[in-house]
């Protein structure tokens, strides 16, 4: 499993996307990795019909998200490091685009070659965004590497237990593998969840069987398995994350073509939304 050495951390210098790069400093700390800040500035759109004049508002936009991206780094890097929360200061390169972001910032990963994106979430949406999603969610969608999301309020930034909620599918073994490689620099606990709803599908694993496979595999410090039935996935899934103190949440995502994705009931793009604790996305 490749290790973790560049990522990308969009923001639109807001409170939750500063709550995502500060928690992003400190992730990249751990695990040895540089940053890469990007802002999209959309183009001046409201001036289209006079080419010139849109061109001259997007550079002013440009400039200013320049300054702000300058301010935005340096305040978050002075807390932490006053703070005592920053070992090795990680690099950081901040980068302005003009674009929209949900399409921007996959392309971007893509053309950077980063390992991880990590993206904060505010915590409240709208219904439209429930039913068709947000910038995060179609970033979690579009996106061919690992993406955190960080919700805007976290009680702290650390990583000493990690939930993982398997869906008991035969290819669970793998990516619960590669998540633990993943977040080997962290030598945190692993609990491993499956949520049993009475409309279960019949599996192509069970718990019991999923224990047995990874019995001596190298995933941490401390691996405990658990089943908690409940009528609802993210209900289920947010009372195990309040009970047994889990600091990270992971999930996998397979990909789907247009046709599974208009009739799958996305549990993945619910827990982006409403999680509190950070969210990683295994691809």
């Known amino acids: 499993m490749k290790s973790i050495q560049k990522i ?11 709550q995502a790069f500060s928690y992003a400093l400190w992730f990249a700390d751990r695990v040895g ?12 759109t409201d001036v289209m019909d006079f080419p010139a004049l849109a061109a ?15 301010a935005f780094t340096d305040e978050a890097l002075t807390r932490l490091q006053a703070t005592s929360q920053l070992e090795n200061v990680p690099v950081v390169r901040p980068i302005i685009e003009i674009g929209t972001p949900a399409t921007l910032i996959s392309s971007m990963a893509k053309d950077l070659e980063s390992d991880m994106i990590i993206i904060g979430t505010d915590g409240e949406h709208s219904r439209l965004e429930i039913a068709f999603g947000s910038v995060t969610t179609a970033v979690v969608s579009r996106s061919e590497v690992p993406v955190l999301v960080v919700p805007g309020q976290i009680a702290a930034i650390q990583i000493k237990t990690i939930g993982y909620a398997t869906a008991l599918e035969e290819s669970d073994p793998l990516h619960i593998w590669q998540a633990s490689q993943l977040l080997s620099p ?7 969840v499956h949520v049993r709803v009475d409309y279960d599908e019949e599996k192509s694993i069970d718990l019991p069987a ?16 658990h089943e908690v039935p409940d009528d609802n996935i993210e209900e289920g899934l947010e009372e195990f994350v309040s009970t047994h103190k889990i600091d990270l949440l992971v999930m ?3 990909k789907r073509n247009l046709f599974e994705r208009l009739g799958h009931r ?7 939304l409403f999680s509190d604790v950070p969210l990683l996305v295994m691809k």
């Open 186 to 192: 962290f030598n945190a606990f692993l609990k491993i």
């Open 8 to 18: 990308l951390v969009p923001t639109d210098f807001s409170p939750s996307s500063s």
């Open 266 to 272: 996305s549990i993945t793009r619910r827990m982006t």
């Open 33 to 44: 990795a540089s940053i890469d800040v990007l802002h999209v500035v959309y183009p001046g």
């Open 252 to 254: 996998y995502s397979p």
């Open 210 to 225: 999923l224990e047995t496979f990874l019995a001596g595999k190298d995933l941490g410090k401390q691996v405990s398995f």
């Open 56 to 70: 001259s508002v997007t550079k002013v936009q440009v400039e200013s998200a320049q300054v702000v991206m300058q």
